[in-house]
């Protein structure tokens, strides 16, 4: 009678070793991991600028003989006042945004338009770091741009 209770305590024991266990391993699934996997921390300012800040791909961007294309082509950018950037294409022909070299940024990812931007679409990123990016578009490398993006100057 005594080895059979203390066997059953035994039992409950393993038990719940077992569902501690579980419960530590789903704890840090669903938390644990997420958290660290988690975007930066960015300021507030950052994150909700003042103002956006507008880049056409005017009409007749294709033609190499046409001085102007992306419009502004040198822009400077203060992070909290005009960091998210749209590109408009405002052309009847398709563009991209594409850095000449690979270019990240730690919150919002790798920059550049994933495929085309197509006529009267647009494309738009939001710059949460100071760096400077030269970038053209694939179809018609004479299209280039530059944007230098800093910080918040008090
Ligand atoms: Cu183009």
């Known amino acids: 009678m005594e080895k059979n209770e203390s066997s059953h305590a035994y039992g409950i024991g393993i038990i719940t070793i077992i569902v501690g266990m579980s419960v530590s391993i789903v704890f ?9 996997l988690l975007k930066p921390s960015v300021d507030e300012h950052i994150l909700h600028p003042v103002k956006e800040l507008i880049i056409e791909m005017i009409p007749g961007s294709a033609n190499p003989n046409q001085q102007d294309n992306f419009v502004p082509k040198l822009v400077r950018i203060q992070l909290g006042i005009d960091n998210h950037v749209i590109w408009k294409n405002l052309d009847d022909t398709p563009h991209t945004v594409t850095p000449d070299h690979r270019a990240e940024d730690p919150y919002s990812g790798t920059f550049g338009s994933s495929g085309v931007v197509k006529a009267g679409e647009e494309y738009e990123f939001l710059f949460t770091e100071d760096q400077e990016i030269a970038y053209h578009c694939e179809p018609h490398p004479w299209m280039t741009g530059t944007l230098i993006i800093t910080k918040q100057r008090f």
């Open 28 to 36: 840090y699934q669903m938390y644990y991991i997420p958290e660290s």
